[in-house]
């Protein structure tokens, strides 16, 4: 499928595939599952993987690299790597240890964007119970923020990264951050679905020259168990999406996907099934919704937060909404 991938132009001119993989197993999916599942996305003609440190797999995905790159399935310019840095690994220095270990894990001698996993350098264990709190979490700081960042902008200096990028942001970190900044970032990573579209926030960074990456894409329907409340809405059974997938023949989630590329976004659905991984591909290509579509779509949005954060809070905080600045200051 290769060549029909829609592709975009980020503000620096890098381009970038419209639509990419999320490579995060969970609690559900072995290292071993997903790798295999990113080996069998490269032959079907993905181009984008998102990674990242914490997903614990990426020495797997780098030996699934390394082979497809190596047997000439596809050539290095043209996958777009993400990888990002833990909470963990904020600390000066420590930034560009992480980066190092993910290059060797990866097997790559850079990463087309390199994101703030979070930001905050709150740490909890993986697969930590939902109610764990780590007495040493702190409040977000621009300062501690920007220390980070600095480290960032380095490795774009280092040609290390090619891009960088920020994740699980909100518009009062962005505004203290940005005029901060001496290389802004090009994509920014934030949930986005049918019942959580984030319109302030989505049209801040286009706004900015910031490409929005829509992560959870299709309502995260797997999510680990820590994730799921019973106020959760099921993007995938909205009226509005069912609708559409009626219409135009089509699966709800690729209803999602062409949602999420049609306003402006890049998706990385997940998924180990080959028919799903390749269906959500297809979606990326021809056969748009209509414009009265994706006015409907609009009403579907419920402000369902599914990420909502919660383990990363720190002693002091009211409620996971505080990681949000729901006021519109940064709470702290
Ligand atoms: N920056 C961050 O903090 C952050 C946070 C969360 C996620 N992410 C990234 O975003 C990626 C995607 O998020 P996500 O995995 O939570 O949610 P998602 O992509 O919205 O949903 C994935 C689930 O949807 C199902 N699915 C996929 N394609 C389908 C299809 N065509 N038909 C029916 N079901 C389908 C899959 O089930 P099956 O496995 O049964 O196919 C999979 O478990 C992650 O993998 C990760 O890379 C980033």
């Known amino acids: 499928m290769d060549g029909f991938v829609p592709k975009r132009v980020l503000y620096?001119?890098?381009?970038?595939?419209?639509?990419?993989?999320?490579?995060?197993?969970?609690?559900?999916?072995?290292?071993?599952?997903?790798?295999?599942?990113?080996?069998?996305?490269?032959?079907?003609?993905?181009?984008?993987?998102?990674?990242?440190?914490?997903?614990?797999?990426?020495?797997?995905?780098?030996?699934?690299?390394?082979?497809?790159?190596?047997?000439?399935?596809?050539?290095?310019?043209?996958?777009?790597?993400?990888?990002?840095?833990?909470?963990?690994?904020?600390?000066?220095?420590?930034?560009?240890?992480?980066?190092?270990?993910?290059?060797?894990?990866?097997?790559?001698?850079?990463?087309?964007?390199?994101?703030?996993?979070?930001?905050?350098?709150n740490y909890h264990a993986p697969g930590c119970d939902g109610d764990a709190r780590n007495p040493d979490s702190v409040p977000f700081s621009t300062d501690r923020f920007m220390a980070t960042w600095r480290q960032m902008e380095r490795l774009v200096d280092m040609k290390l990264v090619r891009n960088i990028g920020m994740s699980n942001m909100t518009i009062p970190k962005l505004e203290a951050v940005l005029p901060l900044c001496r290389i802004k970032p090009a994509v920014l990573e934030m949930e986005?679905?049918?019942?959580?579209?984030?319109?302030?926030?989505?049209?801040?960074?286009?706004?900015?020259?910031?490409?929005?990456?829509?992560y959870c894409p299709l309502g995260s329907p797997n999510r680990p168990e820590r994730d799921k409340t019973p106020e959760d809405f099921i993007d995938m059974e909205q009226p509005e999406v069912l609708a559409a997938a009626q219409a135009h023949g089509i699966h709800p989630s690729a209803?999602?996907?062409?949602?999420?590329?049609?306003?402006?976004?890049?998706?990385?659905?997940?998924?180990?099934?080959?028919?799903n991984y390749?269906?959500?591909?297809?979606?990326?290509?021809?056969?748009?919704?209509t414009g009265e579509e994706m006015a409907a779509l609009v009403k579907a949005d419920k402000n369902c937060?599914?990420?909502?954060?919660?383990?990363?809070?720190?002693?002091?905080?009211?409620?996971?909404?505080?990681?949000?600045?729901?006021?519109?200051?940064?709470?702290?």
């Open 305 to 332: 937060r599914l990420i909502k954060g919660q383990v990363f809070l720190w002693s002091g905080a009211r409620s996971w909404e505080d990681l949000w600045d729901p006021k519109g200051y940064i709470c702290s």
């Open 255 to 275: 209803v999602c996907l062409k949602w999420a590329i049609q306003r402006g976004a890049i998706p990385i659905p997940f998924s180990v099934h080959e028919k």
């Open 278 to 289: 390749l269906a959500n591909l297809r979606a990326a290509m021809g056969d748009p919704l």
């Open 12 to 121: 620096n001119g890098n381009e970038i595939p419209g639509i990419g993989m999320g490579t995060f197993g969970s609690d559900r999916y072995s290292p071993a599952e997903v790798s295999a599942a990113v080996a069998g996305a490269i032959r079907g003609g993905y181009r984008l993987f998102d990674c990242a440190a914490v997903y614990g797999n990426e020495n797997l995905i780098g030996a699934v690299f390394e082979e497809a790159l190596n047997s000439g399935v596809v050539k290095r310019e043209e996958l777009f790597i993400f990888s990002k840095v833990w909470n963990d690994q904020h600390g000066r220095g420590e930034v560009l240890l992480s980066l190092a270990k993910t290059l060797r894990d990866l097997r790559l001698d850079y990463v087309d964007a390199f994101f703030v996993h979070w930001p905050f350098p």
């Open 192 to 214: 986005m679905h049918p019942c959580f579209q984030q319109p302030q926030l989505f049209d801040y960074c286009v706004a900015q020259g910031i490409q929005p990456i829509a």
